[in-house]
Structure formats: C-alpha cells, structure tokens
C-alpha cells in the first residue's frame, strides 16, 4: 500500500487529498485488523470478521481498491503508450476505475485534479522508470482482482456513487 502512496504523491499537490484519503483507509484497516489481534489473519478473514461484529471496514477496503484500480490503470496507461501524457493516462484510468462510483461533486474534483497533473517526465522520476512501473502493475493487479472478488462474493460491491 505504501507503493500505492508514492504513486499518488507523484502525481503531485492537485492529489494531496486523493493521498490523504487513501492513508486514512489504510490506516482504518490495520488499525482494526490489529485491535482484533488478527495479525496473522488474511485481510479478507480480518474483513469478514469485523463485519460479522457489527463493523465497516469494509468500506475503506472497498475505496482502497477502487482507487488501487485507478493506479494500476495509470501505470498500465503509462507503459503501454510512451507517448500519452499522464493527463490522457489518468482520464482514461479514471474513467474506468473511479467514475462510476463518483458522483457529480467527486467527478469535478477530480477533473480539476486531473487537469493539472506533472509532466510524464516529472512522474516518472518520481514514479520510477517503466520497468518498475511495470511491476508494480504485475504485483497489484491480482490483489486488486482478489480484493475486488472478495468484495463481491460478500455482496459489498457497493456500486451507487457517492
């Protein structure tokens, strides 16, 4: 996850809030998987078992994997076509991964975050080259997937838009 955040910071100032949700979620999620002594527990078992007792971290995993999604697609966006700038990356990695669960407060902020993102050359420096973009898409990719099934095979698959 903290890969995720490195990501996101190098995509600069227009995504600090982007940043500081997805840390809250994160720390949601490992402060509850600790509180229940659960350390060796999978996350989904640690899920599972919040819900059982009445809790909701299923929603910060939920958005973590959303926004994860977003990620992966702009790093895959990026690697694919070395000659896209990271605006067309991120437009076409949000439209997939976001969007649909934004509602129309959340899609103009994200616009606006979106129109002003660093050049492609900046980003990457940050970012990493695209081999280590690369991956990175090849590590996160399947635990999105998984999370995203788990999700769904527990009917938390939310898809009203916020």
Aim: with cysteine.
């Amino acid at each position: 996850m903290d890969a995720m955040l490195e990501v996101i910071a190098a995509l600069g100032f227009a995504f600090e809030l982007a940043k500081a949700d997805v840390s809250k979620n994160v720390r949601r999620i490992r402060d509850v998987v600790r509180a229940r002594g659960e350390a060796r527990a999978s996350l989904f078992e640690a899920i599972a078992r919040d819900r059982e007792a009445g809790g909701r971290v299923w929603v910060p995993a939920l958005w973590l994997r959303r926004f994860g999604g977003f990620v992966v697609g702009l790093l895959g966006e990026l690697t694919r076509d070395a000659s896209l700038d990271l605006r067309t990356c991120g437009a076409r990695s949000y439209e997939r991964a976001l969007k649909p669960y934004h509602g129309f407060a959340l899609r103009g902020v994200f616009a606006a975050a979106l129109a002003m993102p660093p050049s492609r050359a900046q980003f990457c420096a940050v970012a990493g080259s695209e081999e280590e973009m690369r991956a990175c898409v090849a590590k996160f990719a399947p635990v999105m997937d998984a999370l995203d099934g788990f999700l769904t095979a527990e009917g938390l698959n939310d898809p009203t838009p916020v």
